[in-house]
């Protein structure tokens, strides 16, 4: 057996057990459970999918995938949502004011970086930024106050374009594209740490602003009712085919439509992965690949060839980040709102990068193995750690001490299982579950 059959072997094997693990979940459990993880896994996989192309085709390390991730979700937000009324008249000049100062800000940073010196760079760069934030703030202030005092209870924002949702889904990736170039720009011609810190501070700054603009975001009072590709589940209840679907198999209208709901959402997100599975193939197997790889594996050699490493950095990090935007954008969409809070980099940074590197840098396929297998266990371990809890407190006292300490510890396990799983694999996979074919194979 040849090397490239028997790493297509081992994928393959991989792919059946993870669909096995999901199908158990439907018998044991329920369907409707079964599809719902189903579905973030999906979203999880392209979204590790995003962070490969960064880490695994060029060694960029972005440790600010949340703040992505959270402008894919506003992107859906300011495209779906409909416009709420009179705050565009109440607040719009000023706004369109401070976005103007916004974009001169920028430009004249830029030229700044380009022009000006070294030695003089980092004041006068310095001194650029916070001008143009405080003449920003002249403008935004008094236009924030006019759009939030706009019916607070249940606006207090701008709203949206009332576009349809799948276009939010491209707006977010181009929110995430535009955000990772400018801090590409800055950071990706030093050394890799920085961008580490620079992509980590700007998913801070990101989600700062989200938070606490409550014209753009409602801030923590969040945007709920967002629009759906799919029909909701209780407009499904009332379809007479639905009916007809139930009794056939013998189920209530409230779960059949659940289900049906769920794998409308599992199809359409499949149909994203599968589109962005194959493009970042091509893109990996192209000559741009291979020149990535090697850029990769020998700066300073690639650099020595003429070759433009900055240039084709920024190029991959862009293309990445907007993939993180689109998964982004799936999973507000998923959701039905956009919650500023529930961004923290335990889910959104953390699990995404254990997802690429069990999976297998450098690998798609790994890369989305990684997306699936991560989230199941992510899931499945917290009713897994309570019920172990149970069985080993079970010949306790009821309500002592340790009983309630062990049975409350129980949820936590899966951050134990987390570790585990990246240890072993490190030890015995060090390359992941799928690992990158070399040029040999």
């Keep these: 057996m040849s090397p490239g059959l028997s790493l297509r072997t081992r994928g393959i094997l991989l792919y059946l057990a993870m669909a096995a693990l999901l199908l158990g979940v439907g018998f044991v459990q329920s369907w409707t459970v079964a599809l719902t993880i189903l579905n973030l896994c999906l979203i999880s996989a392209v979204m590790s999918l995003g962070v490969n192309m960064q880490w695994g085709y060029a060694g960029l390390f972005n440790a600010g995938i949340m703040g992505f991730a959270a402008l894919g979700g506003i992107g859906?937000?300011?495209?779906?949502?409909?416009?709420?009324?009179?705050?565009?008249?109440?607040?719009?000049?000023?706004?369109?004011?401070?976005?103007?100062?916004?974009?001169?800000?920028?430009?004249?940073?830029?030229?700044?970086?380009?022009?000006?010196?070294?030695?003089?760079?980092?004041?006068?760069?310095?001194?650029v930024v916070l001008a143009g934030y405080f003449?920003?703030?002249?403008?935004?202030?008094?236009?924030?106050?006019?759009?939030?005092?706009?019916?607070?209870?249940?606006?207090?924002?701008?709203?949206?374009?009332?576009?349809?949702?799948?276009?939010?889904?491209?707006?977010?990736?181009?929110?995430?594209?535009?955000?990772?170039?400018?801090?590409?720009?800055?950071?990706?011609?030093?050394?890799?740490?920085?961008?580490?810190?620079?992509?980590?501070?700007?998913?801070?700054?990101?989600?700062?602003?989200?938070?606490?603009?409550?014209?753009?975001?409602?801030?923590?009072?969040?945007?709920?009712?967002?629009?759906?590709?799919?029909?909701?589940?209780?407009?499904l209840q009332t379809m007479p085919w639905i009916a007809d679907l139930a009794s056939r198999f013998g189920s209530d209208v409230i779960t059949t439509a659940g289900i049906v709901s769920r794998l409308a959402y599992a199809l359409l997100f499949t149909i994203v992965l599968l589109l962005i599975l194959w493009l970042a193939e091509r893109?990996?197997?192209?000559?741009?690949?291979?020149?990535?790889?090697?850029?990769?594996?020998?700066?300073?050699?690639?650099?020595?060839?003429?070759?433009?490493?900055?240039?084709?950095?920024?190029?991959?990090?862009?293309?990445?980040?907007?993939?993180?935007?689109?998964?982004?954008?799936?999973?507000?969409?998923?959701?039905?709102?956009f919650t500023p809070g529930s961004y923290n980099p335990l889910r959104y940074t953390f699990l995404i990068w254990v997802m690429v590197i069990v999976g297998g840098s450098g690998n798609n396929w790994g890369a989305v193995l990684g997306g699936f297998l991560i989230w199941y266990v992510w899931v499945m371990a917290e009713p897994f750690g309570s019920s172990i809890m149970s069985t080993l407190t079970a010949g306790m006292t009821p309500g002592s001490f340790w009983q309630q300490h062990l049975v409350a510890a129980g949820p936590h396990i899966r951050f134990l299982l987390m570790g585990l799983i990246l240890l072993l694999v490190l030890r015995f996979a060090p390359q992941g579950l799928i690992p990158e074919r070399s040029a040999r194979k």
């Design 135 to 235: 003449l920003m703030r002249i403008f935004l202030d008094p236009a924030s106050e006019a759009i939030e005092a706009i019916d607070p209870a249940s606006a207090g924002y701008l709203g949206g374009l009332n576009l349809p949702v799948l276009l939010g889904w491209l707006v977010g990736g181009v929110f995430a594209a535009g955000a990772a170039w400018l801090v590409g720009k800055v950071s990706l011609g030093l050394r890799s740490d920085y961008l580490a810190i620079a992509t980590l501070g700007i998913a801070e700054i990101i989600l700062a602003i989200l938070k606490n603009e409550n014209w753009l975001t409602r801030g923590v009072k969040n945007v709920t009712g967002l629009p759906r590709p799919i029909p909701v589940e209780r407009d």
């Design 76 to 127: 859906v937000v300011l495209t779906s949502m409909p416009p709420v009324r009179g705050a565009l008249a109440a607040g719009g000049v000023n706004l369109g004011l401070a976005a103007l100062f916004v974009i001169l800000t920028v430009v004249a940073a830029l030229v700044v970086r380009r022009r000006v010196p070294s030695y003089l760079r980092g004041p006068v760069g310095l001194l």
């Design 283 to 337: 893109a990996l197997h192209s000559p741009w690949g291979r020149m990535m790889r090697a850029i990769r594996d020998n700066r300073d050699a690639a650099e020595a060839m003429g070759k433009d490493v900055t240039r084709r950095h920024l190029h991959v990090f862009v293309l990445g980040s907007a993939v993180v935007g689109i998964a982004g954008a799936m999973l507000v969409t998923l959701d039905g709102q």
